[in-house]
């Protein structure tokens, strides 16, 4: 919907729970149920009650090394939106720091408004929304004042995040709630299964988050470490196709990723990238790590980058991380 259809100001429907996806354009896009579809289908209409709005504003500057997931994983470990807080809310998500994001990283944010309880989240559009629109569909679009908030518009509530302070974020298995910054974990998991990809993580900026960590690797003759099964699923064919223009595919392959075909794959147990047994450890940069949710093992998410880093670490690691150590053992006598 993104990469085709959806439009700043436009409103979109959907039966997934992650329709809200769209919203990174300046669009009202939520999730449905199937009667609720089938009458819109027909009718033309759709019935919702307006929710209250929770305004999220992303100050400071992005460190390097920081992505949009994250920014979110943050957001989820805050007490009060683990209480509830954002529940059928919709997110608005504005600040300094926004401008920094590119719309694929937008996405990240408004996608899993799913898991933040919202009933979706929305972007205000500007320049890199323009830019996207011209680069990616080749529209002209003139962005209009009334597309974003009034000034002095109300807001059940407003949380500010100081960006500049946020570090690679990994959630432990059983919820995407269950955030902390990969730097603190004093024990760090061995992994059995590496995933990128679904609506979250298969889009183009995912791939060169992906591919910034892979190629590195591979220059240094790196490989993913012999336990884990590293799985690269791209989110659609225009995404599949972006790859190949970009000529990553090498990197990917000399490392030993496996490359899947547009799905939805592993995030929603089906095919390569679910676990298969209980004992199995999995970093994924899916949305959700519910029990069972992507096979019987266990869970932990993380941005495309920290995937790709763990792979070839073979336990939880950041990009940094592995930068570091990689240095250090060429340096040791």
């Known amino acids: ?60 500057t992005i460190p390097a090394g920081v992505a949009a997931k994250d920014i979110v994983l943050h957001l989820l470990a805050r007490p009060g939106i683990r209480a509830g807080d954002g529940v059928g809310k919709v997110f608005e998500f504005g600040g300094p720091a926004i401008a920094q994001l590119t719309t694929d990283e937008r996405t990240t944010l408004t996608n899993m408004t799913a898991e933040l309880g919202g009933f979706t989240g929305i972007v205000a559009p500007d320049a890199e929304t323009a830019r996207f629109l011209r680069e990616r569909r080749g529209i002209d679009f003139t962005i209009e004042a009334w597309m974003a908030s009034d000034a002095g518009a109300r807001y059940a509530d407003t949380i500010t995040i100081d960006c500049s302070r946020l570090s690679p974020m990994v959630a432990a298995p059983g919820d995407p709630g269950n955030g902390v910054p990969i730097a603190e974990l004093t024990a760090r998991a061995r992994i059995d299964i590496a995933y990128g990809g679904s609506c979250t993580a298969g889009k183009r900026e995912d791939f060169a988050q992906y591919h910034a960590v892979l190629s590195w690797a591979a220059r240094r003759g790196l490989r993913v470490a012999p336990h884990v099964a590293l799985h690269l699923q ?33 995030c929603a147990n089906c095919g390569p990238g679910a676990s298969t047994a209980a004992e ?54």
């Open 280 to 333: 199995q450890v999995t970093v994924s940069a899916i949305n959700r790590n519910f029990p069972g949710r992507s096979g019987p093992g266990q869970v932990w998410l993380a941005s495309p980058a920290t995937v790709a880093a763990s792979a070839i670490a073979g336990k939880l690691c950041s990009f940094a991380e592995l930068v570091a150590r990689t240095e250090q053992a060429v340096q040791s006598p």
């Open 234 to 266: 791209f989110g659609t064919e225009d995404v599949r196709e972006h790859c190949q223009r970009q000529g990553w595919l090498a990197a990917f392959e000399a490392v030993g990723a496996r490359m899947l075909q547009p799905a939805c794959g592993a």
């Open 1 to 60: 919907m993104t990469e085709r259809y959806a439009l700043p100001g436009g409103l979109v429907v959907g039966t997934d729970s992650h329709t809200p996806h769209s919203g990174a354009l300046g669009c009202l896009a939520f999730g449905v149920g199937s009667t609720d579809m089938a009458s819109a289908m027909v009718t033309g209409l759709v019935r919702l009650t307006v929710p209250e709005t929770l305004r999220v504003v992303l100050d400071g």
